[in-house]
């Protein structure tokens, strides 16, 4: 079972997915109590153009901050003040971003083969410098969110109550949309413009099933990024090797990771009782 | 030679009727805000379609169950209290993308075929798609007249349609299996990832020109026939792809109409305690 | 120096005034009751006076400064149901949130504010409620969590906005006995509510509104049949005992 991670690039693959998972648990219990669900997908996708500009240019990370910080500005100001459309607008703007993305890489020779890469990440091509970056990564996003939890707990659970407590409720936002974009781009060469939502998404999701308490869910959410990561690359490589099966890691990672959601929906159930309807 | 036989003239045909049908069904989308779960629904529809075509059936139909079976896993998981439906559309959506994902690399060919059901391919659109969209849209147009009334009043009054008698869970299954056929069908001309747009920001951009369902719904579908016009020519003349130049013209209407729309005087906002 | 000092007020929302005419001043220690029909601007005046609604007209003095410069210093009560029962967050975890501003963003809870917290929830009478979460509470016991955050913060100033709308009977009593207590040690109060038995128990001053202020006073000054009357548009009927019940829904 550890065998395989002693390839060098099985093991930068795992070490790769065990920096995503320290800052993935705690920002997508954030992600998961704000319902920015919508917003992160929005982030990913329209972080899409700033990565194939990034990597015309020769400098993938610089074009994907860019364009996460941009984004992450722009979104808030879209959301603030809770504006009647800002669900269509949302929408409309992700995908607009994503085709200035798909356009321009239509223009290049070898449009498929460099789309998929994009879309979907190269884990197993991790190199130490990538590692190195998302490391730097991780450290700013902890401090980041270190510095911003208590505010943005009180601003996720009362909003009103946070505002009257001299809180300045659209800095606050910014702050965290700025945190999740920069979670996608530690994640977007790895695991690829499209399953990084995955990663900001289900860990708390499932670690919700499991507790009330949002320090374990930190914890959880955590633990699960990590299993799932070794698990997902365990079985993309015996898949490949003992099946012929070409299974993508970064796609076998998030299976393990909705299979595990799945498996804890009873245990919520057993826990609080039947589902109500609301 | 007929005039079928072009692959332009097909690809126009074929941006007609999606243009259409995503117009049509866009304006239920937006009016009740559904946005994120199309995109949902995009999203989980491809590993549907991917196995479709893997197993050799039709996509519609690989991609109609798909579909069906998130839009029903979507009820059933966001009928738990709140804090769980966003959260479980984002599940869905990952999990939908992941699937496929897989499934495609299972195939040789990997890379080609994948960008084409996520971008789409206009430009390969058969005879075979095109009758299939039209009867889509024929399907569609009636299924949405006949149930205008009380969608309209669902949307409007959720609580009050309930309580006036109205099936309010049996109209939320028609408009999800409405919007979950427009996007497979649509699938072939933009891709699961733009249909979004096409669906999403015609009518956005109708909802600011006019404030009436009947308006909207007609400057809606001309919103979104434009745009798939537009976007194909800009596609052919430059030679950049086609679904995104379709998507960023949609998008052009909907930023354009904005601060045209603001011009006009509105109405002060009501009061609130 | 009083708490509150409003003097021809109008406050509202894209300059589009919701509530005008208001004439107030509120001391240290005093309960001021906000009275009106739905709707009737009692939720904007309290966001006014948290610097939460623009003021368009006259002058408001909130603890000696502009109501945007007082903010902050307030403390607040929202109204229950406008908070996400499934969230998971203790109470305890709720009421500390009302040290949050003089903890900062980095220094760890100390010693004074855990204890802090943990009068408050005395006060309230939950303390053995403290590891619960939040959302498993009753309606009641929620509100009362939330006026020990506002208290944990240790305000001159507490605004109330509908504290005993969905509230259990023996929480009412208990919130009530709170308040009296908080203004005895000279918490000026300020909270809105469309109960006017309640109003006659609890305060010092009435203010009746409904898009603009009828009539301030005390409660026997202010809850008369005709204030009443004018103030509601006639919903109201007229009671053998003297006093005067409101027949709007």
């Not at chain 1, 020779?109 to 130490?128: A, E, I, K, N």
Request: with cysteine; glycine share 10%.
């Amino acid at each position: 079972m550890i065998e395989p991670f002693t390839l060098p690039f099985m093991a930068r693959a795992l070490a790769e997915i065990v920096l995503l998972a320290l800052i993935c648990g705690p920002v997508s219990v954030f992600v998961f109590a704000r319902r920015l669900s919508f917003t992160s997908d929005a982030l990913t996708h329209t972080v899409f153009p700033g990565v194939v500009i990034g990597f015309m240019a020769g400098q993938l990370f610089a074009g994907a901050l860019v364009a996460a910080i941009v984004t992450a500005v722009a979104l808030t100001l879209l959301t603030a003040g809770g504006r009647v459309s800002d669900d269509a607008a949302t929408a409309v703007l992700l995908t607009a971003m994503f085709s200035i993305g798909v356009v321009l890489v239509s223009r290049r020779s070898s449009y498929t083969s460099d789309l998929t890469s994009f879309l979907f990440g190269r884990l197993l091509t991790v190199t130490p410098r990538q590692i190195a970056e998302t490391a730097v990564l991780a450290v700013v996003v902890l401090i980041a969110l270190a510095i911003g939890a208590r505010a943005l707990l009180f601003r996720t659970f009362d909003p009103a109550g946070a505002q009257a407590a001299g809180y300045r409720v659209f800095w606050l936002d910014l702050w965290l949309n700025l945190i999740v974009a920069l979670v996608v781009v530690a994640a977007v060469r790895a695991v690829g413009t499209i399953l990084v939502v995955a990663l900001l998404i289900i860990p708390a999701a499932a670690a919700r099933m499991v507790s009330d308490r949002l320090a374990v869910m930190v914890v959880t959410g955590t633990v699960l990024v990590v299993a799932a990561g070794y698990t997902g690359l365990l079985a993309s490589w015996t898949a490949s090797l003992h099946y012929g099966v070409a299974l993508t890691s970064a796609s076998a990672v998030v299976l393990v990771l909705v299979a595990v959601y799945l498996v804890l929906i009873p245990v919520r159930i057993l826990r609080t009782g039947p589902a109500r309807r609301t | 030679m007929s005039w079928w036989d072009d692959a332009l003239h097909r690809a126009t045909a074929e941006v007609i009727l999606a243009g259409c049908l995503a117009g049509l069904v866009g304006v239920h989308v937006v009016l009740r805000r559904l946005s994120f779960l199309t995109m949902a629904l995009t999203h989980a529809t491809f590993p549907g379609v991917v196995a479709a075509s893997i197993i050799g059936v039709n996509i519609l139909l690989g991609g109609i169950v798909a579909g069906g079976v998130v839009a029903l896993g979507v009820a059933a998981l966001s009928r738990r209290r709140g804090q769980d439906a966003s959260a479980a559309t984002g599940v869905l959506l990952s999990a939908g993308f992941a699937l496929g994902a897989a499934l495609v690399a299972t195939q040789s060919g990997f890379s080609r075929d994948l960008s084409s059901f996520l971008v789409g391919s206009i430009l390969t659109v058969g005879p075979q798609d095109l009758l299939t969209t039209a009867v889509v849209l024929v399907v569609v147009a009636a299924v949405l007249l006949v149930s205008a009334r009380p969608l309209q009043l669902i949307g409007f009054d959720r609580a009050g349609a309930e309580a006036a008698g109205v099936p309010v869970g049996r109209w939320d299954i028609v408009l999800l299996l409405t919007l979950e056929v427009v996007v497979v069908t649509m699938v072939p001309a933009v891709g699961t990832i733009l249909a979004v747009s096409l669906i999403v920001a015609p009518a956005a951009a109708a909802r600011l020109w006019s404030g009436r369902v009947v308006p909207m719904t007609v400057l809606s579908v001309v919103f979104a026939v434009g745009s798939g016009l537009a976007g194909l020519w800009i596609s052919s003349r430059w030679n950049v792809a086609a679904g995104a130049s379709i998507s960023l013209v949609a998008t052009a209407i909907l930023a354009v109409s904005w601060p045209a729309t603001r011009i006009r005087p509105r109405p002060a906002r009501p009061a609130t305690t | 120096m009083p708490a509150l000092r409003y003097a021809g007020v109008s406050v509202g929302y894209d300059r589009t005034p919701v509530l005008t005419h208001v004439d107030l001043e509120l001391d240290p220690g005093q309960r001021l009751i906000l009275v009106g029909p739905n709707g009737a601007g009692k939720s904007t005046l309290i966001k006014s006076v948290l610097g939460l609604a623009p003021v368009l007209a006259g002058e408001a003095t909130v603890l000696g400064e502009s109501p945007a410069a007082a903010r902050g210093r307030a403390g607040y009560v929202p109204q229950i149901d406008t908070l996400d029962a499934d969230f998971p967050v203790s109470v305890r975890q709720v009421v500390m949130m009302g040290r949050y501003r003089s903890i900062g963003w980095w220094r760890p809870a100390r010693a004074a504010d855990r204890r802090a917290v943990a009068d408050a929830l005395e006060l309230v009478g939950l303390a053995d409620r403290a590891g619960h979460r939040f959302g498993t509470l009753s309606g009641g016991q929620r509100q009362r969590v939330l006026l020990a955050r506002a208290i944990a913060a240790e305000p001159r100033l507490l605004l109330l906005d509908e504290p005993f709308n969905g509230v259990d009977a023996v929480s009412q009593e208990a919130i009530i006995a709170v308040l009296r207590e908080l203004a005895a040690g000279g918490t000026a109060l300020v909270l809105s509510t469309h109960d006017l038995t309640v109003a006659r128990e609890l305060a010092d001053l009435v203010c009746l509104i409904n898009g603009r202020q009828w009539a301030v006073g005390t409660p026997g000054e202010t809850l008369t049949a005709g204030k009443l009357r004018s103030a509601y548009g006639g919903h109201t009927v007229d009671l053998p005992d003297g006093h005067t019940m409101l027949v709007e829904p």
